[in-house]
């Protein structure tokens, strides 16, 4: 994109004009994007952090979000604000309208049908509804749920829970030594008691992209059901979820550029219209009559309550935007500039990477020996470099890393060059510091 063509941001609802995507599109895939002006669509990476620039580093945790998304969300606030699904006055039809096509450009752009999108708060309640709705009325003892070595917690505490109370066993595959998952080990554990297998999309620790497509094919051939985190993947690679063939597919809004508190979970149909409810309330319902209730279709089955309106405006402008810019691109852009963090952390001795998966996405955890990971991020920190330690939700697989914590730096579009340079100088300086 030349410099005379930049992203613009969107209007209300994020209704993308035509102009604003051709200008992105022209020249095919490989189009020239202006990167530093796309940084610029990015309020809050104009700040100062303790008197010093904003190297946000932290973008697995939360994405920051566009001028776009915050005047779409600004603005439903301010001229639309109404229930939805709730009333035929103006404002509700508007309210109404803005949230359901917001349902729809995420159908989209995940390539998918519309009514088989539940709208929720994120991943973790999108796999709790999988557990509690579909694998709690129909596991029991001696069935088994498979799942990775390096799953977030959100992908395994859900499904510990079910096993409990149905007496269901759970198995896990293991990790070869660069991060990557064994396949082998996971081909020989699809036993005949497997009846689920849950598993990332992509490792939210060691940036590995598990070949889900070619796992979930193998699962459906042997009969087991199969749940994907996607919360690592939708922001940063084209992901199509029908080209995936998985059974279920979980998303969170927040890592995507859209508000927190946004989410979905995709399933096949014959899934939602077999599955009880999840939540009782409002919305979730055709009749209600005081000896029984009749429920509505799926996906509303699963929408009980007020849902966040505003927020989910503001994921449809977080959709618009991310797919005028382009998925591959976005792709390409993060792998540039993790081959830039790792041709630097190579020069750094003493430190090391955990995850070496080929292919791997821009999300880099790493210790230097003799070194706290709070204590690096905290002086770090204070040099305007925001990355994150600990255990990053993944207990098992720090615990199969053999070690207590871990510095993680996570990188996105908005990212440049020049702040791995600045990055690097901070890490040098704080390393001299803590020696």
Known sequence: MSESRELRPHPPFGHLPAEGGAALEEGGAAAEVDWS?????????????????????????TGQKPAA???????????????????????????????????????????VRVDDLVLTSGTTFAINLVAYSWALPRLKAGDAILITRMEHHANIVPWQL???????????????????????????????????????HVSNVLGTVNPVADICREARRRGIVTVVDGSQALPHRPVDIAAIGCD????????????????????????????????????????????????????????????????????????????????????????????????????????????????????????????????LAT???????AVRSGQHCAHPLLEWLGVSATCRASLAFYNTHGEIEAFMAALHKVRKLLA
């Open 379 to 385: 002086l770090l920190d204070l040099e305007g470099m």
């Open 37 to 61: 002006r796309i940084r610029g669509d990015f309020p809050l990476l104009a700040r100062e952090v303790h008197g010093k620039p904003l190297v946000y580093f932290d973008s697995a945790n």
């Open 69 to 111: 998304v915050i005047a779409a969300v600004d603005d439903f606030y301010r001229r639309h604000n109404a229930n939805v699904s709730r009333a035929v006055h103006q404002l509700g039809s508007e309210a109404t309208e803005a949230y359901e096509g917001s349902r729809a450009k995420l159908a989209r752009f995940i390539n």
């Open 248 to 375: 279920f597919y979980a998303l969170t809004g927040h890592k995507m550029c859209a508000p927190t508190g946004t989410g979905a979970l995709w399933a096949r149909r014959e899934h939602l219209e077999a599955m009880p409810p999840f939540i009782g309330g409002g919305e979730m319902i055709k009749e209600v009559r005081l000896d029984g209730t009749v429920f509505n279709d799926p996906p509303r089955k699963f929408e009980a309550g007020t849902p966040n309106i505003s927020g989910f405006v503001g994921l449809g402008a977080a959709v618009d935007y991310l797919s005028a810019l382009g998925m591959a691109r976005i792709e390409a852009r993060e792998q540039a500039l993790l081959a830039h963090l790792d041709e630097e952390f190579a020069k750094v001795d003493g430190l090391r990477v955990f995850g070496h998966a080929p292919g791997k996405a821009a999300v880099v955890s790493f210790a230097i020996d003799g070194v706290h990971s709070h204590d």
């Open 162 to 200: 079910v096993a409990q109370r149905t007496g269901a066993r759970i198995e896990v595959v293991e990790l070869l030594p660069d991060g990557s998952l064994d396949l082998d080990m996971l081909r020989a554990k699809m036993t005949g008691d497997v009846k689920l297998l849950a598993l990332a």
